[in-house]
C-alpha cells in the first residue's frame, strides 16, 4: 500500500457476491436447487455477518435462482435487519414448541430450495448442547455435500484478503514492539496493557501502516 492510502477494513462488497456467486456456479452444474450454510466462519466468509454461534442455530440459505435468507433466532431480527441486506425469518426460541429446523425446513420451501440441496453439513452442528434432525430429515431432501468447496474457495486469496493479511501483520508486529518497550519487571499485565492500547489507538488514526 502506498503512503497515504486510505487502508481495508473489510472484504467489499462486489467480493462477497463474486464468492456466492462461485458457489452459486458449483450448485448451477451439480443441478441443485440452492445451498444452506449452518457454519459460522463459512456464513461470515460468503456475506460478512458476524455472529456468536450458540445452541440456537442460524443458518444462511440462496436459491440457485439466487434469491437469499438468514434464519435466526427472533431476538436477532433487529440486528440482522440493521446489519444486512437480506431477508431475514426467524424462530420464537431454541428448542420451542416446533424446533427451529422444522421451521427451516419452511423457509426453504419458500425460498425453492428443495429436492436436492447443497450444504456444508446435514444439518446444525451439537454446539452448547444443541440437539436437532438432520436437514435432509425436516426437507425430505438429499443433501448433496459442498463443504470441499468451500475450503477450496478460502484457500486461494484474492488482492484483497493478502492486502487485509499485510494489515494484520503490520499491526502485530506494532503491538509486539510495544510490548518489549513497555513491558517491565514486576508490572502487572493491566498496567502493561494500558499504554500499549492507548499507543495503539493513536496510531489507527495516524494512518502508520500506510507509510510501511
Given at each position: 500500500m502506498s503512503a497515504g492510502a486510505t487502508p481495508l477494513v473489510g472484504?467489499?462488497?462486489a467480493e462477497l457476491e463474486?464468492?456466492?456467486?462461485?458457489?452459486?456456479?458449483?450448485?448451477?452444474?451439480?443441478g441443485l436447487s440452492g445451498y444452506v450454510l449452518f457454519d459460522e466462519s463459512y456464513i461470515r466468509y460468503f456475506t460478512n455477518f458476524w455472529f456468536l454461534s450458540t445452541e440456537r442455530p442460524v443458518v444462511f440459505a440462496q436459491s440457485a435462482s439466487g434469491d437469499m435468507v438468514v434464519f435466526v433466532p427472533e431476538f436477532e431480527v433487529e440486528r440482522v435487519r440493521a446489519e444486512t441486506s437480506f431477508a431475514v425469518e426467524s424462530y420464537?426460541?431454541?428448542p420451542g414448541s416446533e424446533h427451529p429446523m422444522v421451521l427451516l425446513a419452511r423457509?426453504?420451501?419458500?425460498?425453492?430450495v428443495g429436492g436436492t440441496i447443497g450444504a456444508d453439513q446435514d444439518g446444525y452442528p451439537g454446539i452448547l448442547g444443541y440437539q436437532g434432525p438432520a436437514l435432509s430429515d425436516v426437507t425430505g431432501a438429499t443433501v448433496a455435500p459442498?463443504?470441499?468447496?468451500i475450503e477450496?474457495?478460502?484457500?486461494?486469496?484474492?488482492?484483497?484478503?493478502?492486502?487485509l493479511i499485510r494489515q494484520s501483520a503490520r499491526w502485530c508486529e506494532h503491538a509486539h514492539?510495544?510490548?518489549q518497550e513497555y513491558s517491565r519487571p514486576g508490572a502487572t499485565e493491566a498496567r502493561t496493557m494500558f499504554p500499549i492500547s492507548s499507543t495503539m489507538r493513536l496510531a489507527s488514526g495516524r494512518r502508520w501502516w500506510s507509510a510501511t
Open positions: 472484504i467489499p462488497p463474486g464468492r456466492r456467486e462461485r458457489l452459486l456456479d458449483v450448485v448451477r452444474e451439480q420464537p426460541e431454541y423457509v426453504l420451501d419458500g425460498l425453492g459442498l463443504a470441499t468447496h477450496g474457495m478460502l484457500a486461494r486469496k484474492s488482492e484483497v484478503e493478502v492486502e514492539r510495544l510490548l
